[in-house]
């Protein structure tokens, strides 16, 4: 597991909130997204939806195979660093 913590209905309330997969997603910068196939808490389909609906900016997707939710083997971690650092 990742801990636990309180489900409340004021955290569900504000997710309703936040919502940002019914429509189309300004954004006038480079997005690259990495997600793990592997994921078990957030499926590699919701970042490919969120991608989707990116508009006005280079959208790059990567997703490793073997990654889970962490992403936080060796290659993982290098990976995470060499695309933060392609930003710079």
């Known amino acids: 597991g990742y801990g636990a913590y ?3 209905r004021g955290l569900f309330e504000d997710g309703r909130r936040h919502l940002v997969l019914d429509r189309p997603i300004e954004i006038h910068a480079p997005v690259h997204i990495l997600q793990g196939r592997a994921d078990d808490v957030v499926p590699a389909a919701h970042a490919l939806e969120l991608a989707g609906r990116l508009n006005g900016g280079d959208v ?6 073997g ?3 962490r992403l936080s083997t060796p290659r993982d971690l290098a990976l995470l660093v060499e695309t933060v650092e392609r930003f710079r």
């Open 6 to 8: 309180a489900l409340t």
């Open 60 to 65: 790059t997707l990567t997703l490793i195979e």
């Open 67 to 69: 990654g889970d939710h």
